[in-house]
């Protein structure tokens, strides 16, 4: 098993930044992949950004791009999450997952562990 603990979410005001981390511990045969995807109140979770196992590649959603980074630290098992520029429209729960089998790096359904989640709030 993997277990990932999401961290760094907060208020802030629009045009502010956050960073957010994602640690992971415990049991994984394999290489994995990291992303975030976020569900603001009302919609669907949504795909953030992916970086795959080596951190050599990265994928990020239009929403994000030139806003969004990704970064992790393969020693420290911590994936990051560098949000400046941030909008209300970013105002989300963002939750850190774990891709070890193939499959889109966009689709939830693609990932086999999952955060609890960091509620990000963005004001006016």
């Known amino acids: ?12 005001q629009a045009g502010g930044s956050l960073r957010l981390s994602c ?14 995807f976020r569900q603001a109140p009302g919609k669907e979770r949504e795909f953030v950004v992916y970086i795959t196992s080596s951190g050599g590649t990265t994928y990020y959603a239009d929403s994000v ?10 020693a420290k098992n911590t994936t990051y999450l560098q949000m400046n520029s941030l909008k ?5 729960v963002y939750y850190c997952a774990a ?3 193939a499959g889109p790096v966009n689709l939830r359904g693609s990932y086999d562990y999952w955060g609890q989640g960091t ?3 963005v004001s006016s």
């Open 1 to 12: 098993q993997v277990q990932l603990v999401e961290s760094g979410g907060g208020l802030v």
């Open 119 to 121: 509620q990000v709030t």
């Open 65 to 74: 791009k030139g806003r969004f980074t990704i970064s992790r630290d393969i």
């Open 23 to 36: 640690a992971a511990s415990g049991r994984a045969f394999r290489p994995y992949g990291m992303a975030w």
């Open 88 to 92: 209300p429209t970013d105002t989300a």
């Open 99 to 101: 891709k070890i089998n």
